[in-house]
């Protein structure tokens, strides 16, 4: 029993599912226990915690991009105007703005976007890859014009849209459950799977700790930025879809504002090194999970949003505190000093 | 001695392709648009981004030393709401700017301090900046708050004439706020240039460890870079609320994106080392032009982003070549 307990422990995403019961634990308590209840309407369950798993699904999916993107040691802060593109498109195209031929079919707009989407992650990686750009600096270029792009697509609009297919993206259900869960569980199996059972994962790591070193070792490091930055593109693109299909419509102006924010905090959240090297994506979907829920907490609480964003500045700081190693030296150095005084005295 | 011109060079090289871009551009609007070719065409670039192109001074700084700041925008916003709020409150103007200019500073070293002393990213320090200063604007207040104080006033409608000929098209006019900018880069261009702090804040971001080898106070450096960025975008934001006459917390929202922009197209290194506050002045004016162009072509406002990516691009790009040669050169020299 204690073996089994102390390997889960040991797990990277254990403390981040713990503090995630814990304040769904606190939400319980606070509301007397209104908070856990769910109910079955038309065979849909609703209530306060599938909300979370919905609402948090958009953030889940960027975080386990981002997740890869800076365990290369590198952030991809472009992702928020990714996902405006990418709803400006798919929005343009249902409605027969732009290309009139598909006549507003669903899956071709879901498709075009995502591909749209990928090649924005693509000129990233090329950029940090190929022409060797610090990656701020490199997804910075898009994170500028991305809004700009989105906006000349929709020529500055806000653009509705009238499809019960592209509503069923966000507000859809199978089986009881909201329907992003399924994508999400999708996408980061299917990104699991790739990182564990093929070398690419343990490549990560080895890039992320010394790439110079990596490279020597005969990895192809210019490749796996590239294909890193491609992914986390792809991934922004399908959160984008999530986003527009719950506003139901694009509005380029807000869609995924300072996300990229949010995803890079669920990530360290998550204990992935924001250096580089150590990195677990189950661990950051559970950070995701964690913003999600403060954001739903404090709100519920009554507290105005904008206390919000100074809690997740408070929070970073100390996360990236604990991870710092002259932190922790100057803290060792501290405790060793009050012992030495304890002993003499 | 060779070594240090070839740097000169470089640093030439990216503020000439600066100047005549903007000579080109210019000149482009003379051509096409009626009423465009004017001394209040080009002073208004002044009075219309004073703010930025301090603020822009400020974080060129610290991309001097290698490192970045994006917290500058929520700075400028918060300096505004806050100045607001306080005048409202009774308290005397000059009081309310050394109050709000000394947060800045404050702001400004606390976050050199966990930099420095805890190697964290600047990046993520810098975010968790701008969350905790845009987080306090709406915490003092959701709404905007005008300002009617006397001295804000006068600043903010105060302006020169300049008249060069009796032509309609040789006259314009100065606010007197556009006078601090033109200090803050009097005395930034003597501080870079002639100054130990300036010098040790390029041999810094030359290579940092070399610095403190060489004996120089890398925390202090660093530290003041940062300070001196935070103080800049407060002085800023004190300029920004002349202009509006007004502060609100959603202000300005992604300008610290036009701010390094300017400083890249003003070419300033974003790996450290190299960079000029005339540079990044001239690169403010650059996008200042691109608006200016903007609406005269009636064009969709976003137009301005995209072109200004764009460029930011190419100045990148132009950058990585310069480096890469340079990189070149070195090698052929130890062979």
Known sequence: MKEKWNKLSQKKAFWPVVIF????????????????????????????????????SKLMILAAGMTMVLATGGTDISVGSVMAISGAIACSIVNGNILPGLHGNVAAAVVLSILAGTLCGFWNGFLVAKVKIQPIVATMILLVAGRGIAQLITKGKIITVNSDAYYFINGGYILGLPFPLFI?????????????????????????????ASKFAGIKVDRMLLAIYTISGAFAAVAGLIESSGIKGADCNNAGL????????????????????RFSIPASIAGALIVQSITTTVLAQGVPAAYIRVLKAILIIVICLSQSKEFKGMLAAHKTAKKRKAVEE | M?????????????????VVLFILMFAFGSVKYDNFFSISTFLNLFNDNAYLMIAGIGVTFVLITGGIDISISSTIAFTGVFSAFLLQKGVPSFVVIAIVLLIGILIGSAQGALIHYFKMQPFIVTLAGQFLMRGLCVVISEASIPISDPFFNSMALGKVAIKLGNAKAASGKLY?????????????????????FGRSLYALGGNETSAELMGLNVARTKIGAYAISSFCAALGGVVFSFYTLAGYGLQNMGMELDALSS?????????????????????????GIIQTIVTYQNLNTWWTKVTIAALLCFFIVIQRIIAIRAEKMKGKEEA
């Open chain 2, 2 to 18: 060779e070594k240090t011109k070839k740097k000169f060079q470089i640093n030439n090289v990216s503020l000439l392709i600066t």
């Open chain 2, 176 to 196: 007197y706020y556009v006078f601090i900018l033109f200090a803050v880069l009097l005395v930034s261009v003597y501080v870079l240039k002639f100054t130990k």
């Open chain 1, 21 to 56: 019961l814990v304040i769904l634990l606190f939400n319980g308590i606070m509301t007397g226990g209104e908070f856990f209840s769910l109910s079955i309407v038309d065979g849909h369950l609703y209530g306060r915690l599938i909300d979370i798993f919905r609402n948090g």
């Open chain 2, 263 to 287: 400083a890249v197209i003003g070419g300033t290194l974003l790996s450290g080392g190299v960079g000029t506050v005339v540079g990044t002045t001239i690169g403010a004016m650059i996008q």
């Open chain 1, 184 to 212: 999400v569980i999708f996408l980061v199996g299917l990104l699991l799977l790739f990182v564990s059972r093929t070398s690419f994962g343990l490549f990560l790591e080895s890039v992320g700790c010394n790439a110079k």
């Open chain 1, 258 to 277: 300072n996300i990229e924010l949010d995803a890079i905090l669920a990530v360290a959240i998550g204990g992935t090194n924001l250096m580089g090297g």
